[in-house]
């Protein structure tokens, strides 16, 4: 099943436009119409009912091909809260905002800034976890100021002035979104990455210097030896947290650990799979006319995103510390 997922993934991603700006609304329709634009979300809700693993499917084949669209904000996060909190979804792209808000909750209305909100200038409802509630936002009316990543992806400074509608939920979800947004920016950027070097090794084979292409020169052939090692630990740390998530929920220690080691190896791979792609490249590597940026300014934007390697490095070492010497191996491997 998963292979044909990739194939069609593969195929709606690449005939997408990632040479624009902003929101890709032909893309946002096309996977509307296949069912990827809300694959893990309920089916009763609109959703496809898929699982994590071909949540990371089709994210990477997103990274990949740098597709400009809220995947992970709709499906795996906004989405999923709405859902849980039994609040309709509005049609279209959603996104989740974080920040502190004045909720009057008697009068439904809330007023603050949220900053740095993904895509907001083209979501139907920006969505945020106040405590145990879940509120939507019509952006309708809201002021809206644009800004950008280093990927030039929309993240927006939202000022809140009105009515909002709001849900209790469990008091577990704002750790439940955590994980969610780190194994979504995970999934992307090992689909990233493996763009970076899939650009670097065609480059490698075109580019000709000393009467040969640079890639059978063994100092090049060794360089992207390394970026691939680093793609493949990126992809199959993602693999075994979807497996993770499928089997055992985000509420499991074992999915807590699972998705903290992805989300860390994909950012640690996000710098050296850059670092490498732009020296086989060379300086044409650096210029905007050049295709790699698409890949290489997302590497280094989602790096940081949902939280860097450190912080994740950080989670990890306290999982291993706080399970003690003799449950330090079950948590490891997975096992009872």
Known sequence: MNDDLLDLAT?????????GVGFDATLWDT???????????????GGSGAGFAESAVVLAAAGEHAARVPLVE?????????????????DGPLTVATGDLDIARTERRAAGVLRRVPWARAAAGIVMLAGDSVVLFDPAGLEIADGANVAEEPRDTVTVDAAVTAAGVGDRAGAELRLRAA??????????????LAAAVQYA???????RPIGRFQAVQQQLALAAAEVAAARSA?????????????GAASATLAVAAAKSRASEAAGVVARI??????????????????TTTRLWAWRDEDGSEAEWNELIGGLAIGSGSAELWSLVAGTP
């Open 11 to 19: 195929s709606v991603f690449a005939a997408a436009d990632a040479d």
């Open 31 to 45: 996977l509307t119409e296949t069912g990827l634009a809300r694959l893990t979300l309920p089916e009763e809700v």
């Open 74 to 90: 709709t499906d795996l996060l906004a989405g999923w809260l709405l859902a849980s909190a039994e609040i309709p979804l509005p």
């Open 183 to 196: 194994f979504g920016r995970a999934a992307l950027l090992s689909g990233a990455a493996s763009g970076a």
């Open 205 to 211: 084979g075109e580019r000709v210097q000393f009467g």
């Open 238 to 250: 993602v693999a075994v947290a979807a497996r993770t998530v499928d089997a055992d929920g985000f």
């Open 277 to 294: 792609a732009h020296q086989v490249h060379g300086a044409i590597g650096f210029t905007r006319e050049h295709r790699l940026r698409h």
